[in-house]
């Protein structure tokens, strides 16, 4: 099971983790997310935020932890400064948003980049130059070559 934490909610990273074990009624996850890295309402500097997040693998709470929206900069001043490495990043990927620096980069950081909308985003497959992937050519012929739907 995989939960994530609001950087909204990250000045107490246990308490948000707690509530969160108590609506999924669970006494563990296998990954905790810091979902996006600023938020407009409050943003905590990343070096007070991770050790939280490496506090909750060493009380044994969570068996692993990452982050979801970060690019190379941020990427890269956390990796500076942790002791647990994130094991993963959830970024958007798709055929119309590959990332391929940000994934190569990711790859070479034994860092696992996990997609969120792979078929684009949910309001009618659209990305956002309203491009609807499930009519795009290359997706269609490759669909038809391997016998799959285009999603």
């Not at 890295?37 to 060493?58: D, I, S």
């Not at 979801?68 to 942790?82: E, I, R």
């Not at 980049?113 to 497959?125: E, F, L, Q």
């Amino acid at each position: 099971m995989t939960t994530k934490c609001w950087p909204n909610r990250a000045d107490d990273v246990e308490k948000a983790f707690m509530e969160s074990l108590e609506k999924l009624g669970l006494e563990y996850v296998d990954l905790y997310l810091l979902h996006w890295p600023h938020h407009e309402e409050k943003t905590l500097p990343l070096h007070k935020v991770w050790p939280q997040f490496e506090a909750l693998v060493k009380k044994g709470l969570v068996k692993s932890i990452g982050v979801s929206n970060m690019g190379f900069q941020l990427l890269a001043d956390l990796l500076l400064y942790a002791e647990i490495k994130p094991v993963c990043n959830q970024i958007e990927l798709h055929p119309l948003n590959p990332q391929v620096e940000l994934v190569r980069y990711l790859k070479d950081q034994n860092i696992l980049p996990v997609a969120y909308c792979p078929i684009v985003r949910p309001t009618g497959g659209r990305d956002a130059e309203g491009q609807d992937l499930v009519k795009n050519e290359l997706i269609l012929s490759l669909a038809d070559k391997y016998k799959k739907s285009p999603v």
